[in-house]
């Protein structure tokens, strides 16, 4: 219970409704116990003493029995409704709320279909419990205890006789509970798993295709669906062994009072009225034993299901930093940022750095350019810069100050990063690039999409900036996606501009024109370019050579080209071309040839 406990923020403000549904739902069993008595009555008033005058009244009171038992249902249902959707809609608006919050190192390794699995299917699963079968619970001991009573005061020693076999049965449903609450688990985790392939697979649809895997594919949802199969014949397995058993001694009940009780009916100590309402009260006593098990069972999933719910809600949000109260002002952001001797490792026991001992100072409006091999810590620098990481050694300071001792909100509003990685909304292009600012104008929209040098595109499109682009920017070259994403982080006006590897994608005449449009309109933009090209770092105030998370060189790029080394090795090898090109057309124009 005590995941329930937990839960109770999301569904005590519906307590009103949760008690008119147990209350209803009592009340109709109320209605049912009843009847045991206009039965009794029936035959012992009516029947056997010949009273036929009162067949209409009795007919009467049943009729209003059966109506009044079917509107405490329907109030029953309706409410118990109504508790468990709005607790859902809290409790999936919480985990939505925490998914957004959660740290990046978290996605690193999160599964999409697993965490769609939380918020859809064991959703379900604690809304029906908190909605229905909590009632339901209550309703079964209150049904129970009555029941019992009213067996006891019909005859104390056939009710004691009667419900003899019903610990044993108490007992399995226990024992069931505890069988199938693992299995019931293992089986939700399967269908996480399932899940998980299938959105990878959709995802990844693209490469699949062109790789011929899906065969590969194919196999491999397979083998998750056979897995997910087989846990779910395991808890069935598991439900039907149990299931004869509690049938079998839920039947010895009846069976015991007919024999018992017929013989008291014979030798005068009983009326037929009285054995009937005997053997109605034992079924309604028995049937809820027995459907304990079968609501046990729904409690087993509802409690795997709000325990992987609370899983992800109880994690760790991302880094430490304080957030701004209302009383707290804005701090505007100059754009000076200070790494200091920063040394930075993925995983707390590795022994390769991401970073070694990393310092720099960028000026506002400066430009910084980092180049550098694959896997060298460029990325790392964006991560760090956004926050994604805490840094254990060395220091990183904005404007004089400590990264960790901004607010993360005053951060946020001047940092923008572009990823190597593009990835767009399935929405319109005008959409994708006011993500993230409040109500920007067409023309602030138009503005950035100029600057990032993708107006142009945009507007020959049939819709323009109306243009609906599929999910991650499909139906857009790769150099128009990043296009766009750059005009989504020009459109922040940020202090702090970080382009990761974002220009890859375009022409070098493209390239050459955003690198003009930056200049003009970022002078007092902190810009931090990271690219394996030259081409996109060359005007760049300072120049960063990283390799292994080292600095190997620095400085600008007329300094490091004339020296010997590896921004120089990569210069030639990145215009080696160009520059043979222009040897050689030197050479024919001065050799009068063509
Ligand atoms: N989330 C992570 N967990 C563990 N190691 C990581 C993680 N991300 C990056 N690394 C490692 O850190 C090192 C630096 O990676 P980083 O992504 O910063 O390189 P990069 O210079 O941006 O490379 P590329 O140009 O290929 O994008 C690499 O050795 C990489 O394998």
Request: positive net charge; glycine residues 6%.
């Amino acid at each position: 219970m005590k995941i329930f406990k937990q839960m109770k923020p999301f569904y005590w403000n519906e307590r009103k409704r949760l008690i008119i549904s147990i209350l209803s739902l009592t009340c109709a069993t109320g209605m049912n116990l009843m009847y045991t008595k206009l039965l009794q009555f029936l035959i012992d008033d009516v029947i056997v003493n010949e009273k036929y005058e009162l067949v209409l009244t009795f007919s009467f009171t049943a009729a209003g029995v059966i109506i009044a038992k079917s509107g405490m249902q329907y109030l029953y249902g309706f409410t118990g409704a109504r508790v468990g959707n709005k607790m859902v809609l809290r409790l999936r608006n919480a985990c939505y709320e925490k998914l957004q919050y959660l740290p990046y190192s978290y996605y690193e390794t999160a599964k999409t279909g697993d965490l769609i699995a939380r918020m859809t299917v064991d959703m379900d699963a604690v809304r029906n419990f908190i909605g229905f079968d909590f009632a339901q619970f209550i309703n079964m001991g209150l049904t129970i205890i009555f029941g019992s009573v009213m067996m006891l005061t019909i005859s104390w020693k056939l009710a004691l006789l009667t419900l003899i076999t019903t610990p044993i049965l108490i007992w399995l449903t226990f024992r069931l509970d505890r069988k199938a609450q693992p299995a019931y688990r293992d089986t939700r985790s399967a269908m996480s798993q399932l899940s998980s392939v299938a959105q990878e697979n959709i995802a990844g649809i693209r490469t699949v295709k062109s790789f011929n895997g899906m065969g590969h594919e194919i196999n491999k949802f397979s083998d998750k669906n056979e897995r997910y199969r087989n846990k779910q014949y395991e808890a069935a397995k598991t439900v039907a062994k149990h299931y004869p058993v509690i049938e079998l001694m839920a039947n010895i009940c009846p069976i015991l009072l007919l024999i018992f009780g017929g013989m008291h009916v014979i030798r005068g100590s009983l009326s037929l009225g009285e054995l009937a309402a005997l053997f109605s009260l034992t079924w309604l006593i028995i049937s809820p034993m027995w459907w304990i098990a079968f609501h046990i069972n729904k409690y087993s999933q509802a409690k795997a299901s709000g325990e992987r719910i609370f899983e992800l809600l109880q994690l760790e949000t991302s880094r430490c930093m304080p957030e701004r109260t209302r009383e707290d002002a804005a701090i505007p952001i100059n754009g000076e940022i200070r790494f200091q001797d920063v040394s930075f490792y993925y995983k707390e026991n590795s022994s390769t750095p991401a970073l070694l001992h990393f310092s720099l100072v960028a000026s506002p409006g400066s430009v910084v350019g980092i180049i550098g091999s694959t896997g060298s810590g460029k990325s790392t620098i964006l991560k760090l810069l956004i926050g994604a990481y805490k840094i254990k050694k060395g220091e990183i300071t904005i404007d004089g100050k400590n990264y960790d001792e901004w607010h993360s909100s005053d951060i946020k509003q001047s940092i923008a990063p572009v990823f190597q990685e593009t990835y767009l909304f399935a929405a319109t292009i005008r959409d994708n690039i006011a993500f993230g600012v409040d109500n920007p104008s067409d023309e602030e929209i138009t503005q950035a999409a100029m600057k990032a040098q993708a107006h142009e595109f945009i507007s020959m499109l049939p819709m323009g900036y109306d243009t609906v682009i599929g999910e991650r920017g499909i139906g857009l070259s790769g150099g128009q996606r990043q296009r766009i994403a750059i005009a989504r982080a020009l459109i922040r006006k940020p202090k702090i501009l970080i382009l990761d590897d974002a220009t890859s994608a375009l022409d070098m005449e493209t390239e050459y024109k955003l690198q003009n449009a930056l200049k003009d309109e970022l002078a007092q933009t902190t810009c931090f370019i990271m690219a394996n090209r030259i081409s996109s770092i060359r005007h760049a105030d300072e120049i960063i050579v990283l390799d292994k998370g080292q600095i190997l060189q620095r400085g600008t790029h007329q300094d490091l080209v004339s020296l010997e080394g590896p921004y120089r090795s990569i210069y030639l090898s990145q215009y080696d071309d160009s520059i043979h090109k222009h040897n050689h057309l030197t050479l024919t124009v001065e050799g009068g040839e063509q």
